[in-house]
């Protein structure tokens, strides 16, 4: 019999294995791509370490940027880079609905991917302002479902080709949902400003 405190526990831990595990990286990596962000946006030859501590200091918009490519990188690592080669097929396809245990240690996959996917679209929004440029709420929800089914279905089908998991429709359906949550919290968000 599970019990909602261990559910909490085996999830809240993955999720900090994940951060803790790939931080750092993220970091170097999101800082690299703000400061190619300033070059472009800027037309500059160099940007150095003062000046990007200042523009990410005084400018949202470029924290933001670190937020969201901070993001992306650990979402890459956890669903396609930093897995190992698996020899699976399609057999997997209907598998992991709801929780079980594997080796005697409970697997919450379902709920991870929903939590993993919830700051997608919300992230996604803030850091590309103009893609919910005037649109109302269900324009956004509907924006929102598209890229995160779309990426949910590139994660899948390139962890199918490249053998780094097995395509699982129940990850499709609970990115979805996780990216259908962070447009909600996205679109309160902006209803309070």
Not at 112 to 124: G, K, Q, T, V
Request: proline share 1%.
């Amino acid at each position: 019999m599970m019990n909602f405190g261990e559910i909490i526990k085996v999830v809240a831990n993955d999720i900090f294995v994940c951060f803790y595990s790939y931080g750092i990286q993220s970091l170097v990596f999101s800082l690299l791509m703000v400061s190619m962000m300033m070059l472009f946006r800027h037309h500059e030859k160099k940007i150095g370490i003062i000046k990007l501590i200042s523009e990410l200091k005084t400018k949202r918009q470029y924290r933001y940027y670190l937020i969201f490519f901070f993001y992306i990188y650990v979402l890459a690592m956890r669903t396609l880079l930093g897995r190992e080669r698996i020899c699976g097929g399609l057999d997997t396809v209907m598998n992991e609905w709801w929780f079980y245990f594997d080796a005697d240690k409970l697997n919450c996959n379902f709920l991870e991917n929903i939590i993993l996917f919830i700051p997608y679209p919300y992230l996604m929004f803030l850091t590309f302002r103009n893609l919910v440029t005037g649109k109302i709420g269900w324009k956004i929800i509907m924006l929102g479902l598209m890229l995160s089914f779309g990426t949910s279905m590139f994660i899948e089908l390139n962890q199918l080709i490249f053998k780094l998991g097995t395509l699982q429709l129940a990850d499709l359906v609970y990115n979805t949902l996780g990216g259908f949550i962070g447009c909600l919290f996205f679109i309160r968000n902006k209803k309070e400003r």
